[in-house]
């Protein structure tokens, strides 16, 4: 059974940073990808940034050069350091993953930024 655990949130001054960590209870490249979408209040879920099995990396524009996905597939893990964050970076953050299409997601971890 896959689950998803994300961890690394927290309340951060504008201009500082966090990373987020997805914890996955199976081997990740069994998925064709993994990713992670945000959530603000009153919006719709969209994509931050992706990475393919084969490594290849998407980001949405808003995150361009602030934000880096990785992973290290020996310890089953996806992160997101995320640098240089804005107000309108605060959302709830999901780890994301798709095995044939299906898709399976984490509870998500509050990423606040403010003064």
């Known amino acids: 059974q896959v689950q998803l655990v994300e961890s690394g949130g927290g309340l951060v001054q504008p201009g500082g940073s966090l990373l987020l960590s997805c914890a996955s209870s199976?081997?990740?490249?069994?998925?064709?990808?993994m990713g992670w979408y945000r959530q603000a209040p009153g919006k719709e879920r969209e994509l931050v940034a992706e990475?393919?099995?084969?490594?290849?990396?998407s980001y949405a524009e808003s995150v361009k050069g602030r934000f880096t996905i990785s992973r290290d597939g020996a310890e089953k893990m996806l992160y997101l350091q995320m640098n240089g964050l804005k107000p309108e970076d605060t959302a709830v953050y999901y780890c994301?993953?798709?095995?044939?299409?299906?898709?399976?997601w984490g509870q998500g971890t509050q990423v606040t930024s403010t003064s």
């Open positions: 994301n993953a798709k095995k044939l299409r299906y898709p399976y």
């Open positions: 199976v081997n990740i490249f069994e998925f064709n990808s």
């Open positions: 990475i393919t099995v084969g490594g290849a990396t």
